[in-house]
T-cell receptor
Framework: EAGVAQSPRYKIIEKRQSVAFWCNPI?????LYWYQQILGQGPKLLIQ????????DSQLPKDRFSAERLKGVDSTLKIQPAKLEDSAVYLC???????????????FGSGTQLSVL | AQSVTQLGSHVSVSEGALVLLRCNYS??????LFWYVQYPNQGLQLLLK??????LVKGINGFEAEFKKSETSFHLTKPSAHMSDAAEYFC???????????FGTGTRLLVSP
C-alpha cells in the first residue's frame, strides 16, 4: 500500500519569499491534515480537511498561510510571505474518516523540511 | 481543551534495560490517548492507542502503556530495550474519538550497547 507522499523533501528560501508544499494522501482517505513541527516541539495541527472541505483551520495563520484540497484528493499548503519562525517540518497525514474510535489509522508522510533564511 | 506533558526531553537506557517514557494528560472530556514513534527522516508511526476499552494497551514492537485516570498518566514501557528502539516518541491526546491530535513535545530515547 502506497503511503502519504509529500514533496519537496527539503526547501530553503529567504524570508518574504513564498513557498508551496504538496501532499498526496493514501487513496480513498477522506480526511487530510497538515501539521507544523518546529524543532524541539511536537507537531501542531494547522488545518484539517474532510474531502475538499475545511473542518478546522483555527490554528492556521491565515494572514500568510493558505491551503486547499481540490477535488478532495491532493492538497497544497502555501506560505506567502515566509518568516524566519516558519522554519519547521511540515507534515501531511491522512485517514479514512478521521475517527479514532475505530480501527482506522492515521498515516503520516515523511514531511517537508523548510528553512527560512 | 486537551494537552499532554512529556517529562524528560531525553531518556537514555542500556540495551536490555527497561524503557519508561512518561506522559501526563489534561482533558475536560474522556480522552483518547496515543503514542507515536518517529525515526529519523520518517513519518510518525502509531505505536498504540487508548480508547477506553482496556486500561492496559499493548502496541507494536513490544511496547505497552497503562491508562491511569487517578494519576492522569499514560506512560509508555517496554521490558527490554533494543538498539532499534532509538527514536523520538510522542504522546498525543484527542477528544470524542476523533483523530485531531494534540501532541506533546516528544522524548528522544537513546539506547546504548
Amino acid at each position: 500500500e502506497a503511503g502519504v507522499a509529500q514533496s519537496p523533501r527539503y526547501k530553503i528560501i529567504e524570508k518574504r519569499q513564498s513557498v508551496a508544499f504538496w501532499c498526496n494522501p493514501i487513496s480513498g482517505h477522506a480526511t487530510l491534515y497538515w501539521y507544523q513541527q518546529i524543532l524541539g516541539q511536537g507537531p501542531k495541527l494547522l488545518i484539517q480537511f474532510q474531502n475538499n472541505g475545511v473542518v478546522d483551520d483555527s490554528q492556521l495563520p491565515k494572514d500568510r498561510f493558505s491551503a486547499e484540497r481540490l477535488k478532495g484528493v491532493d492538497s497544497t499548503l502555501k506560505i506567502q510571505p515566509a518568516k524566519l519562525e516558519d522554519s519547521a517540518v511540515y507534515l501531511c497525514a491522512s485517514s479514512l474518516e478521521g475517527r479514532a474510535d475505530t480501527n482506522e489509522k492515521l498515516f503520516f508522510g515523511s514531511g517537508t523540511q523548510l528553512s527560512v533564511l | 481543551a486537551q494537552s499532554v506533558t512529556q517529562l524528560g526531553s531525553h531518556v537514555s537506557v542500556s540495551e536490555g534495560a527497561l524503557v519508561l517514557l512518561r506522559c501526563n494528560y489534561s482533558s475536560s472530556v474522556p480522552p483518547y490517548l496515543f503514542w507515536y514513534v518517529q525515526y529519523p527522516n520518517q513519518g510518525l508511526q502509531l505505536l498504540l492507542k487508548y480508547t477506553s476499552a482496556a486500561t492496559l494497551v499493548k502496541g507494536i514492537n513490544g511496547f505497552e502503556a497503562e491508562f491511569k485516570k487517578s494519576e492522569t498518566s499514560f506512560h509508555l514501557t517496554k521490558p527490554s530495550a533494543h538498539m532499534s528502539d532509538a527514536a523520538e516518541y510522542f504522546c498525543a491526546v484527542s477528544a470524542r474519538g476523533f483523530q485531531k491530535l494534540v501532541f506533546g513535545t516528544g522524548t528522544r530515547l537513546l539506547v546504548s550497547p
